[in-house]
């Protein structure tokens, strides 16, 4: 039986031309994972290259004392597992299926050899990792400079930009996330992100629809 995979709707895939996805295609391999799976440990040696069919995942870390820091949360269409092929060092974080995930999978060598035979995907790789660097620098500087309320306002204002969609009373994130999921994004406690996010909702600045999913009601928090 002929691979069911639709490459055309994935980013990194979507303008490669019919011969070239076909080509990918019998590579590919399907896996399927439940929420809390253990996708990728930080530390462990990686050989495998990873594609969100469906499904959002989040990519983490440990700090010396212990406490998470959610670096990023992955949705359709995004990869990751891309650095410790490119460089053969362990994985730098770890990525856990926030719920029932999709994924698409590239063996290491099917995958640099794609990149040498189709310069398209290794541009756009290149374009993903230099966002995801200028986002790390980014979050370098809420962590250093920024009160817990102005990164408690720049970390909605981020998921806002990548996990929007336009609703009747404003943008609505299609992700959902607990207290303590924000909380290990800002970078600050539990407490104060319930503090705020109630203010937030106070001043009509932001509602939870049914699913959980938080919805900006004005697009500046600040005022």
Same mark, same amino acid.
């Given at each position: ?76 269409? !995004? ?13 730098? $974080? ?40 200028? $986002? ?39 992700? !959902? ?8 994004? $800002? ?6 992100? +319930? ?9 009509? +600045? ?18």
């Amino acid at each position: 039986m002929a691979p069911d995979f639709n490459l055309t709707g994935i980013p990194l895939f979507c303008e490669l031309a019919e011969a070239e996805l076909g080509r990918i295609i019998p590579l590919i391999k399907r896996r399927r994972y439940g929420k809390g799976h253990l996708i990728i440990n930080e530390g462990e040696r990686g050989d495998v290259f990873y594609l969100i069919e469906k499904g959002q995942v989040k990519v983490t870390r440990q700090s010396l004392d212990g406490r998470e820091k959610i670096l990023d949360i992955l949705s359709d269409g !995004s990869f990751f597992g891309e650095l410790s092929i490119l460089d053969q060092m362990p994985r730098s $974080a770890t990525v856990e299926a926030m719920g029932n995930v999709s994924i698409l999978t590239l063996h290491s060598d099917d995958f640099l050899r794609l990149l040498e035979e189709i310069p398209q995907i290794a541009i756009k790789i290149i374009r993903v990792l230099s966002r995801r660097l200028r $986002a790390a620098d980014s979050q370098i500087e809420d962590l250093r400079f920024k009160t817990s309320r102005e990164k408690i306002e720049s970390m909605f204002i981020k998921l806002r930009e990548t996990h929007g969609v336009d609703d009747p009373r404003g943008t609505r994130l299609t992700i !959902s996330l607990t207290h303590q999921e924000l909380a290990d994004m $800002a970078g600050c406690s539990r407490e104060t992100v +319930c503090r705020y996010v109630k203010e937030l909702r106070e001043r009509g +600045c932001l509602d939870v629809d049914e699913g959980k999913r938080y919805i900006f009601l004005r697009f500046n928090l600040g005022t």
